[in-house]
């Protein structure tokens, strides 16, 4: 009995793989010598290249790290929260356990 899995099975999830890391983008450092961690020379101009599944295709150059690091992992956008969330009217009555009021009794 064989454990080898059959050729089409393996050319699926090789395909799967490829597809999923598509588009991924790197910085290389434009400097000379090995590439070595991207923590060296950070005001060296780094290309930035594109993944296509079969290659890494330079896309464009920046001018240093800080703006690799800019381009590769831009800041998640901020959520603004509803204004009525932000400070809560209370009902009537005295001390702690005063339960919040609905929104069309506030407005009034």
Do not use: C, Y
Not at 48 to 76: H, M, N, R
């Amino acid at each position: 009995m064989s454990d080898e899995e059959p050729l089409e099975n393996w050319a699926r999830r090789r395909e799967e793989r490829r597809n999923t890391s598509k588009g991924k983008l790197r910085a290389v450092p434009l400097t000379e010598g090995p590439h070595r961690g991207a923590h060296v020379e950070p005001n060296a101009p780094r290309a930035i290249q594109e993944w296509t599944g079969t290659e890494w295709v330079t896309v464009g150059v920046v001018e240093s790290l800080a703006a690799a690091k800019a381009l590769l992992f831009p800041p998640p956008p901020v959520q603004e929260k509803p204004a009525e969330w932000d400070s809560p009217a209370l009902g009537k009555g005295r001390g702690r356990h005063r339960k919040p009021s609905p929104a069309k009794e506030r407005e009034q």
